[in-house]
């Protein structure tokens, strides 16, 4: 992680945030049913950021390796439409979106709490993540939020991008 005044640099060119889900705008928890579904909580303040990141005109990708009908239902709620989930190869799905999207992957954001986005963390010129994330996750980005995933990092990222570009 660099200092403060370095990631402000890094914030002020960011066009773009692409994320997992899991750990990130969930706290990684999963609610199993009787029947074998599973349930995920997300930050209501976490979707506020992203539904105002999406009207502000960035590009917003959500890439997961799990599945969840309910996760996407919610994210396209919010304006979010560019979704990949059930990803076995991070790196892949982000090429292939980036390059349909154009979206320059050195001024893009990735928000990764876990072992399986290190490598596509860094294919992107911001890396960050939630406060809990694993030590390897830490150690490669350029920013840790103060908020752990599931309760507020999503928030703590993109208002701090968006109120340095005037865009909050």
Known sequence: MEPESHYFKLFNA????VMDVDGVLTDGSVLV?????ELRMMNIRDGFALQ????RGFQIVVISGGRSEGVVR????????????????????????ADA???NLATTIYIGDDIPDLE??????IPC???DAASEVINISRYVSSEAGG??????ILEKVMKLQSKW
């Open 14 to 17: 960011a066009t773009a945030f």
């Open 33 to 37: 049913t009787d029947h074998g579904d």
């Open 52 to 55: 105002l990141a999406v009207k």
């Open 74 to 97: 919610r994210l396209n709620r919010l304006g979010i439409m560019n979704i990949a989930v059930g990803v076995a190869n991070k790196v892949e799905a982000l090429v292939q979106i």
């Open 101 to 103: 999207l154009r979206i």
């Open 120 to 125: 596509v963390m860094q294919l992107c010129g």
């Open 129 to 131: 993540c939630p406060s």
């Open 151 to 156: 309760k507020g990092c999503v928030r703590d």
